[in-house]
């Protein structure tokens, strides 16, 4: 397996409060994204990164902002919580990028009141 | 833009019954295709991949081919098993990394 990690594994938390998801990978792999899955959606491709510093928008990227200092690490912030965020999280990393496979994390599950 | 549309479940069947998921895409260019498994309380797992046209992808006793023609990527497997039961979703990789998903289709295994 893959050697990826999120945390939180859970997480609570109120409207309007800032919210940072953690995602470490162990594979030096270039490539790290974050989805979220929500029923009848399957995932959706909320931010990616092609390496440190570098960063792209993906499909729901509204609310959401991403950074990435070191290889191993990157961040998913939401700023401020709102209630259409209430969701699955993935992480997922690839190699090279493009049609290379990705491998996915556990899964970070928020709940927004 | 791309997309990948697949089978609404859930799909109950029998233990050692046939099982086909059906898959369709749209997309520009040449994606590549893939199947992930989703168990209860985990992230996805990679089932099978297809990078070019009727490439046949197959794992644990299950298997897609990329049809290009027909636009498919049909996940099929001869004989089910109690621990098959997953979400399986379809996916489409196109070169821009733009990854799009399937809704997923709940399976059950019943013995």
């Known amino acids: 397996d893959a050697g990826i990690t999120q945390s939180p594994r859970h997480k609570v938390t109120e409207t309007g409060t800032p919210v940072t998801l953690r995602c470490h990978q162990t594979e030096n792999h270039r490539y790290m994204y974050w989805y979220r899955q929500d029923p009848g959606h399957g995932l959706r491709l909320i931010h990616y990164s092609y390496g440190v510093k570098d960063t792209d928008k993906g499909e729901v990227s509204d609310g959401y902002s991403v950074s990435r200092s070191k290889t191993e690490d990157f961040l998913l912030t939401l700023e401020s919580a709102t209630s259409s965020q209430t969701s699955v999280y993935f992480c997922?990393?690839?190699?090279?990028?493009?049609?290379?496979?990705?491998?996915f994390g556990p899964g970070t599950r928020l709940l927004v009141l | 833009g791309n997309s990948v549309t697949q089978m609404e479940g859930p799909v109950t069947l029998s233990e050692e019954a046939f099982l086909t998921i059906n898959c369709t895409y749209t997309?520009?260019?040449?994606?590549?295709l893939f199947w992930y498994v989703q168990y209860p309380g985990e992230g996805l797992q990679l089932l099978l991949k297809a990078t070019k046209a009727d490439d046949k992808g197959s794992n644990k006793g299950f298997e897609a081919t990329y049809r290009k023609e027909t636009t498919s990527f049909h996940l099929e497997k001869g004989s089910v098993q109690v621990s098959d039961s997953a979400v399986y979703f379809c996916a489409l990789l196109s070169h821009n990394n733009d990854m799009r998903f399937g809704a997923g289709t709940r399976l059950t295994v019943k013995p």
């Open positions: 997309a520009t260019g040449y994606p590549s």
């Open positions: 997922a990393i690839s190699e090279q990028g493009e049609t290379e496979t990705q491998y």
